[in-house]
Nanobody
C-alpha cells in the first residue's frame, strides 16, 4: 500500500502563491505518477495536475493551465504543486493522488487526506 502525506495549504490573497508538497511512502515499486485533484463543495473531484515519476511528464487540468507548475523528486518520491496567480475560484480541498501499477498489472490509486486552500481577501 501507498501512503501520502500532504503539506502546504492555507489562506492566501487573490494573486498570491502557494506550494503544495506530497510525500509517498510504503510499497512504491509500482508508483507511476503523482498529482493533485481538488474538490470544492459539490460532488466531483477535478484533476489539477499530474506528473509521471519516470521522466517527469506533466499533465494539467483546465484550471491549472498557465498558472500552476508541477514537479517531482523521484528519489524522494515527492511531488510539488506550485500555484501562482491564485483566484477565489481555486478555493477547494486539494487531494494528493498516486497511481500505482500492481505486479498483476492492475491499476490502483492512493489518496492523501486533503489540504485546504482558501483564496480570499
Amino acid at each position: 500500500q501507498v501512503q501520502l502525506v500532504e503539506s502546504g495549504g492555507g489562506l492566501v490573497q487573490p494573486g498570491g502563491s502557494l506550494r503544495l508538497s506530497c510525500a509517498a511512502s510504503g510499497t512504491l515499486d509500482g508508483l507511476v505518477a503523482m498529482g493533485w485533484y481538488r474538490q470544492a463543495p459539490g460532488p466531483e473531484r477535478e484533476l489539477v495536475a499530474q506528473i509521471t515519476m519516470d521522466g517527469g511528464t506533466p499533465m494539467f487540468g483546465d484550471p491549472a493551465k498557465g498558472r500552476f507548475t508541477i514537479s517531482r523528486d523521484d528519489a524522494k518520491k515527492t511531488a510539488y504543486l506550485q500555484m501562482d496567480n491564485l483566484r477565489p475560484g481555486d478555493t477547494a480541498v486539494y487531494y494528493c493522488n498516486a497511481k500505482v501499477l500492481g505486479p498483476d498489472t492492475t491499476w490502483n490509486e492512493a489518496w492523501g487526506q486533503g489540504t485546504q486552500v482558501t483564496v480570499s481577501s
